[in-house]
């Protein structure tokens, strides 16, 4: 008896996940276009925005627990921040009963920060112009999942607002 679908669902995922491969190198290099539109001489870089998002979220961290929750070594850690210190977007801070100081966003970091996120989301919306909102719903519901999942493999959660 011949089967009631030309392949079978190994083939089915297969395929899937080479598509999820294609369309992610495609995000990947659309992330960079977006940033290269932008010509605004405080953009963030792209690292700075992500430091800065993960401070925001979680409060003042070392260098270390920057380190492992970036799954980067310390060096790049204390490359990346010290540009940022220069840049005025985050300060140290001395923290009772630790020898470690750690990194908090200042006023700056949160002013730059805030701007380059409107941007995003405005650049976002034209985007999603025309999407349904269901739509856009299950877009967010699936990409939060597939992050999860890499946290779930990586041993690293991303705190969430």
Known sequence: MQPAYPCDIHDIVEKSIHDVEYELMLL??????VARAR???DQLERSAYVLLSRLE???PMTIRELSGAFGLDQSTINRQTAAMLREGLIERIAAPDEIARRLRVTP???RRLAADRE???GRLEEIFKG???EE???FASCLEHFNGSIERISGEPWPRP
């Open 28 to 33: 990947g290099r659309y992330q960079l276009s």
């Open 39 to 41: 010509k605004e001489s």
């Open 57 to 59: 979220m979680q409060g």
């Open 108 to 110: 700056e970091g949160t």
């Open 119 to 121: 941007y995003l989301l």
């Open 131 to 133: 999407w349904p909102r």
């Open 136 to 138: 856009i719903a299950v």
